[in-house]
């Protein structure tokens, strides 16, 4: 079963402006990650925020996490074409100790030039 | 670096026929597992292995066999293709957690795409 559901599903923006994507997940988890996959291609993993991380940034991309509200959010500010992808939620069910990561359905980002 | 490489990029099978699609990372990497990606459905874990010799059950098992006896290679084998087979399927490979390397950061190979007649 899913543990991380994105929403939206699908969004669409002007390059240039910011795309926010979130993330709802069941269970506690020790980290919670997000990868982006562009069409026809594999997952390529951004960015790993930890359960005692509220906030965390690399280059365009902002991640915040609320453990008390089960959710986290992907900010990417300054769009560009080249961020057109598909973008997933992905948890270790179970908390520590687990192997297995379970991804969300994605938020498919188009990003118009 | 080649990373987590899969073969074959695309496969055509009619129902009833077996085969194997083979997964190979050259990170050592002790954790290896299989996806598979429908419309709609996100990504749905098969099944993994956490070191040569041990392998387990994801959320979708059935119809498909693995084994790991390499640290290296994790292949994937459908023993009776059926139509609700057909798919996108990613092998996938991370540090084991413990090693003083790990991240937790999933690499993905760039996916077979089977599909089932």
């Known amino acids: 079963s899913q543990q991380g559901e994105e929403d939206p599903q699908a969004l669409s923006i002007q390059e240039g402006e910011n795309a926010t994507m979130n993330c709802s997940y069941k269970t506690s988890i020790n980290n919670l990650q997000w990868y982006r996959q562009n069409s026809g291609r594999g997952l390529v993993h951004l960015i790993l925020i930890r359960s005692n991380e509220r906030e965390k940034h690399s280059g365009r991309l902002r991640v915040t996490l609320d453990t008390s509200k089960k959710s986290s959010s992907l900010l990417i500010t300054a769009s560009r074409a080249a961020d057109t992808a598909s973008y997933f939620c992905a948890t270790p069910p179970g908390g520590a100790g687990s192997y297995q990561l379970t991804f969300g359905k994605g938020t498919k980002l188009s990003v118009i030039p | 670096n080649a990373g987590v490489t899969q073969t074959p990029k695309f496969q055509v099978l009619k129902t009833g026929q077996s085969m194997t699609l083979q997964c190979a990372q050259d990170m050592n990497h002790e954790y290896m597992s299989w996806y598979r990606q429908d419309p709609g459905m996100g990504l749905r874990l098969i099944h993994y292995?956490?070191?040569?010799?041990?392998?387990d059950q994801g959320e979708v098992p059935n119809g498909y066999n693995v084994s790991r006896s390499t640290t290296e290679d994790f292949p994937l084998r459908l023993l009776s293709a059926a139509p609700s087979q057909t798919s996108v399927y990613f092998c996938?490979?991370?540090?084991?957690?413990?090693?003083?390397?790990?991240?937790?950061?999933?690499?993905f190979g760039e996916g077979s795409r089977l599909t089932v007649l």
């Open positions: 292995s956490v070191g040569a010799g041990i392998t």
């Open positions: 996938a490979s991370r540090e084991i957690q413990g090693a003083p390397t790990h991240t937790g950061e999933l690499f």
